[in-house]
């Protein structure tokens, strides 16, 4: 069965550092793609940016990008010059790309932004 | 653009009782979702809709919930009847098409007492 695995339950930054929150998708498809979305604690999911195993670069989207690594099914979001806005929970989840491949979400990771 | 609308925002109900959530997609979105967020957990997804038609409802609990999009535009989710573990927030979701971006509506905490 597919699954998708975020390694850091919780993560402290300093204030203007980059980090790299880590996503695995465990699939036997070769076509795929992968989402990334950043939750609030008010609850409302935001989408950041995507990566299909098809696209020739690395994603980005102003200070988030990702470091997509085909052979290991990883895309890793990378987020530049830290803001405290960016605390918040942050979801890495496929789209589901077959009939076998279903719709899921990773179990997240707690970013807290330290000034 | 308007975003995915959800009401209500908060629910309180007891246990055996039913509730009902609703969601209007963004305008011209064919695929519409419902997802349930227990606290501490990523969104599990219940029901996908294209149009108003079911792709995916294989974790919906259908004893006891039940879901339809009328006229391929706005849908309803129901529990009944209700249980403790049924307390989470129920997202709301829609794209363009299958496997597009998802964006998602502001969620409806249900608490189950």
């Known amino acids: 069965a597919q699954k998708i695995t975020q390694t850091q339950p919780g993560m402290f930054v300093q204030e203007k550092e980059a980090v790299t929150l880590d996503c695995t998708y465990d699939?036997?498809?070769?076509?795929?793609?992968l989402f990334w979305y950043k939750q609030p604690s008010s609850g409302e999911m935001i989408f950041l940016i995507y990566?299909?195993?098809?696209?020739?670069q690395n994603a980005t989207e102003g200070r988030y990008s990702l470091n997509f690594q085909k052979a290991r099914k990883s895309a890793n979001l990378v987020i530049s010059a830290s803001q405290l806005g960016d605390s918040a929970m942050y979801f890495c989840?496929?789209?589901?790309?077959?009939?076998?491949?279903?719709?899921?979400f990773g179990s997240g990771t707690r970013l807290s932004i330290r000034p | 653009e308007a975003g995915v609308a959800q009401s209500p925002r908060y629910k309180i109900i007891e246990k055996r009782q039913s509730v009902a959530f609703w969601c209007n997609p963004i305008?011209?979105?064919?695929?519409l979702y419902w997802y349930q967020q227990i606290l501490g957990q990523g969104p599990k997804l219940l029901i996908q809709?294209?149009?108003?038609?079911?792709?995916?409802d294989s974790q919906l609990p259908k004893d006891r919930f039940s879901a339809e999009r009328l006229k391929g535009v706005d849908s309803t989710l129901k529990i009944q009847p209700a249980k403790l573990e049924d307390s989470a927030v129920y997202l709301c979701?829609?794209?363009?098409?299958?496997?597009?971006?998802?964006?998602f509506g502001p969620g409806t905490r249900l608490l189950v007492l």
């Open positions: 305008s011209g979105h064919a695929t």
């Open positions: 989840a496929s789209p589901g790309y077959s009939s076998a491949s279903k719709i899921i």
């Open positions: 979701a829609s794209s363009l098409d299958l496997q597009e971006t998802q964006y």
């Open positions: 990566q299909g195993s098809y696209d020739e």
């Open positions: 809709f294209q149009n108003n038609g079911v792709v995916d």
């Open positions: 699939t036997s498809d070769q076509s795929y793609g």
